[in-house]
């Protein structure tokens, strides 16, 4: 297949842009010139003046989880406590069945409130209602709800919140709130690979060939060998897994990496804290929830290291990142032998000092590009005095980082080219961008959302850019992003996307 009559943006060296690409069967054969001679009848694409990049990766998102949430109660967006119990109270219902919804935000109600049971319970009587916050680490219940779990709710690294009788208010936050959803709000294996059909096809449509899935604890391989055996699959996932399971690994001696080219288990997640949003980061000042401290995750690396397994530790806060840094640098000479690519997701707040710490240690920075513009206004509200080293995209790749850009979906929405402007722009509306000085250029933006995603999954050499040898997974777009207005960045829409050699989106020929 010869496609033709285009920019096509390596994304590599030494020749960054080509006027046509050759692909043989999956995989790359070269650029303009090649097909003469290696494909003597291949297939002609015409372009039309279309740009071509390399497959967008989502670094950060929970699949399963986010294809789920489309089917339930969206929340996000509503401004005020008013706004969402009218959103609940107007909800459709199936009898029998807890009311589930997501994506609620207090930081975005006004006038400021609290969620509580008996606000829910006035729209929804007595069938259980359960709703997770934007960050996922809270969760509302009403009375129904509540009566449940029969008051087992409290847990190390968990919070009830109470009233001033001491009674729950109907909010759980962290290891509280993942022990009812374990208990209380399990979901068919059935019902997520459904969902997940429809979200393989959503995500293919906005360009997304490959996710690195943090739904581990969900049993996601699974569902994703279910969708392969039945041919839906069409995107490339790397798998984490809880890091709990490592003593099932020391006793098999299964090693990062194991799978196929479309599915493969990859690595371990430990939490060190909560969220900034339901104001469980872990912070210098001695706020927040410490989930997993430093010594606990040395010692979680230093197992992982025996047998193979690279960590990808959630640090939010300017103290969990800091000891998760620490971890890393205390343990580098048992892991760094074995070339393993350790990733802290999220580093949103980090004193300015761990800044480069990164590039020396070794660790990348998986982050999400849109959360700067999702986020300043909490973060001015909740990390005033502690910006400098927030959201802090510039300065981690100026430190020499490795940064992969991610959604964190469901938190934010899987759509990799709205990452991408947002970290450009750094605004996602028509607000003035927020902290201009942390703008990365749309170059290190589509790296960060190509190149880097595939070196952490030891596949620099096979995938990220469009080069002889390497798969041919790639976008066409309607525009060249990096020559386009910025002001267009936002506009810019996904025409076809291509896995494998095979057309997974909107096969051409396009009008």
Same mark, same amino acid.
């Given at each position: 297949?010869i496609?033709?009559n285009?920019?096509?943006r390596t ?5 960054p842009?080509?006027?046509?690409l050759a692909i043989a069967?999956?995989t790359?054969?070269?650029g303009?010139?090649?097909?003469e001679?290696?494909?003597?009848s291949?297939d ?5 003046g279309r740009?071509v990049?390399?497959?967008l990766t989502?670094?950060?998102?929970h699949?399963?989880?986010w294809?789920l949430a ?7 967006g509503?401004?005020?406590l008013?706004e969402t119990?009218?959103r609940?109270?107007?909800a459709?219902?199936?009898p029998?069945?807890?009311?589930r919804? $997501?994506?609620?935000?207090?930081g975005?109600?006004t ?5 509580t049971?008996?606000?829910l319970?006035?729209?929804t ?6 709703m997770?916050?934007?960050? $996922?680490h ?7 709800a ?6 087992d ?6 919070v009830?919140e109470?009233?001033e009788r001491g009674?729950p208010?109907?909010?759980l ?11 209380y709000?399990?979901v068919?294996d059935d019902?997520y690979v459904?969902a ?5 096809r959503?995500a293919?449509s ?10 581990g604890?969900l049993g996601?391989?699974?569902?994703w060998?279910?969708l392969?055996?039945q041919?839906?699959?069409g995107?490339?996932v790397?798998q984490?897994?809880p890091h709990?399971?490592?003593g099932?690994?020391?006793?098999t001696?299964i ?7 479309f599915?493969?288990?990859?690595y371990?997640?430990?939490?060190m804290?909560?969220t900034?949003?339901?104001?469980t980061?872990?912070m210098l000042?001695?706020?927040?929830v410490e989930?997993?401290?430093a010594?606990?995750l ?8 025996r047998v193979?397994w690279p ?5 939010i ?6 000891n998760?840094l620490?971890?890393f640098?205390q343990?580098?000479?048992e892991w760094?032998?074995?070339?393993l690519r350790h ?5 949103q707040?980090?004193?300015p000092d761990d800044?480069?710490?990164?590039g020396q240690?070794?660790v990348a920075?998986?982050?999400q590009l849109?959360h700067a ?11 005033a005095?502690r910006?400098?080293?927030? $959201?802090?995209w510039r300065s981690l790749l100026?430190?020499?980082?490795v940064?992969?850009n ?5 938190i ?5 080219l ?12 028509e607000r003035p ?7 990365v ?7 960060a ?6 070196w952490?999954t030891r596949?620099?050499h096979?995938?990220?850019r469009l080069?002889?040898g $390497? ?5 066409v777009?309607d ?10 960045l ?6 076809a996307?291509?896995v494998?050699g ?10």
């Open positions: 297949m496609l033709e285009g920019l096509i994304m590599g060296a030494p020749v842009t080509q006027r046509a069967g999956d790359i054969a070269g303009v010139g090649v097909h001679h290696a494909l003597p291949p002609h694409v015409d372009l039309g740009t990049v390399p497959g989502d670094s950060h998102v699949f399963p989880t294809a489309r089917t339930q109660i969206a929340l996000d509503c401004r005020s008013d119990i009218e609940i109270r107007t459709p219902r199936r029998g069945e807890m009311m919804g $997501y994506g609620w935000r207090t975005d109600w006038p400021a409130a609290e969620p049971a008996a606000a319970d006035a729209v009587a007595h069938t259980p209602a359960a997770i916050s934007k960050d $996922y809270s969760l509302w219940l009403n009375s129904a509540l009566a449940l779990a029969d008051g709710l409290e847990v190390a690294g968990g009830v109470r009233d009674e208010t109907g909010v936050r962290e290891e509280s709130a993942w022990r009812f959803k374990e208990r709000l399990r068919s019902e459904e997940m059909r429809a979200g393989v959503l293919l906005r360009g997304v060939t490959a996710v690195h899935d943090k739904d604890w996601a391989p699974r569902l060998q279910r392969q055996e041919g839906a699959l995107v490339r790397w984490s897994l709990d399971r490592i099932a690994l020391e006793e001696g090693r990062s990496g194991i799978g196929d080219d599915v493969r288990v990859g371990l997640k430990v939490f804290d909560g900034l949003g339901s104001q980061a872990l000042d001695g706020t927040g989930i997993t401290s010594d606990e040395a010692d979680i690396v230093r197992r992982a290291a193979g960590v990808a530790v959630h640090a806060g300017d103290r969990a990142n800091r998760a620490d971890a640098e343990t580098a000479d760094r032998p074995r070339g990733r802290i997701e999220h580093a707040c980090l004193a800044v480069a710490r990164f240690i070794g920075a998986s982050v849109s513009p999702s986020d300043r206004d909490l973060a001015e509200r909740f990390w005095g910006l400098a080293g927030a $959201y802090a100026d430190a020499g980082a940064v992969a991610g959604s964190d979906a469901p934010e929405e899987l759509d990799p709205a990452g991408i402007a947002a970290g450009v722009l750094r605004t996602a509306d961008a927020w902290r201009l000085e942390q703008a250029s749309v170059e290190e933006a589509l790296l959302t190509c190149a880097a995603p595939a952490l596949d620099e096979r995938r990220g080069l002889p $390497y798969l041919a997974d790639l976008v777009l525009r060249d992003p990096v020559t386009c207005p910025t002001e267009e936002r506009e810019i829409r996904v025409v996307t291509m494998g095979r057309w997974r989106h909107n096969p051409p020929p396009w009008d």
